[in-house]
């Protein structure tokens, strides 16, 4: 009998999808409100529908893929960690040919949504690397140290993926007119990366043990939280620089990214070498706000 949908949610964290989604759509809003030869029209704002729900259903059936695929891959890995071990791949709650189904059928739905922006060819086309791409996280830590900053760039081209989904034409032309989605591209990279790192602390032990690769396990939780903290001030670096890029951004935009270090501020403080307690507080509570913050002061100066 299948699992219920709802054990497919929690397979792959569905609710993380916040994570980036905020992201895709506020380069989504700058592309719109700069118009030019994108296809789309803010004056005509049955033009976008299509669109942004394209953008809205690949994201999350893109994510969707990627978790799946790293819950299936990482199965053995999962029931051999007792932190993990009662997820739902080791306990049985689904099994690995459904899990495998999904994605299949997530994988499809993403490559199929990319054609919503026809006549603009170039999701179509990058479809398959940018999956690739995500897929190929899940294998990450059997390698490379680095696997944290691999998993913030397949975050951080949800922006860079909506920027070409609307702009795709304009970027033709002058590729330099991606650099709004490249800079918030970059703040998602080393914001995900660093609390990636805060929460592969938890398991550097049993990575060092197990031969796996991660930041933790190589140079030790204490470094491990320092170089997050330095990600972090990279994501602030980024997002400071927007306005560069973005000239329309102004009084609102600064109070969020004001919110946004303060959250940051709290996120580590939360957790210390020899008190890893609060990891998921840190993880989820103070990562969930940061990219609806952002889009909503991006909306407001760019619409109100």
């Known amino acids: 009998m299948a699992a219920p949908l709802r054990t497919f949610l ?36 049955r033009d976008l ?25 990482d199965r053995a890995i999962d029931a051999a960690n007792p932190r993990t071990a009662t997820r739902h791949l080791p306990r049985g709650d689904v099994s690995a040919a459904e899990v495998l189904l999904l994605v299949v059928l997530s994988a499809a739905v993403f490559v199929g949504g990319t054609l919503l922006f026809l006549p603009n060819w170039l999701p179509v086309v990058l479809s398959v690397p940018v999956l690739a791409w995500l897929l190929g ?11 944290h900053v691999w998993l913030g760039a397949a975050l951080g081209l949800a922006p860079l993926a909506a920027w070409i989904a609307l702009r ?14 490249a800079v918030l591209g970059l703040a998602v990279t080393a914001w995900v990366a660093g609390f990636d790192i805060i929460y592969a602390c938890q398991d550097a032990a049993f990575d060092a043990g197990h031969g796996l690769h991660s930041i933790p396990a190589r140079v030790g939780v204490p470094r491990a939280l320092k170089l997050s903290r330095w990600l972090h001030a990279g994501t602030m670096l980024a997002l400071t620089s927007l306005p560069l890029a973005v000239p329309e951004l102004g009084g609102i935009y600064w109070v969020a990214v004001a919110a946004v270090a303060g959250l940051l501020v709290w996120e580590h403080s939360l957790v210390r070498p020899d008190d890893l307690s609060r990891v998921n507080q840190a993880f989820f509570s103070a990562n969930a706000l940061i990219g609806l913050i952002l889009l909503a002061a991006i909306a407001a100066d760019l619409w109100i």
Do not use: Q
């Open 49 to 73: 529908i299509v669109p942004l729900v394209g953008i809205v259903v690949c994201m999350v059936a893109a994510r969707t893929a990627a978790m799946a695929f790293n819950r299936l891959v």
């Open 10 to 45: 929690e397979l792959v964290r569905f609710s993380h999808t916040i994570f980036a989604l905020p992201f895709a759509m506020a380069a989504a809003l700058i592309a719109i409100r700069w118009g030019g030869d994108t296809g789309f029209s803010a004056a005509r704002p």
């Open 168 to 181: 795709g034409r304009t970027l033709l032309v002058d590729p330099a007119d991606i650099l709004p989605a």
């Open 137 to 147: 996280y899940s294998y990450a830590k059997r390698f490379t140290s680095l696997a």
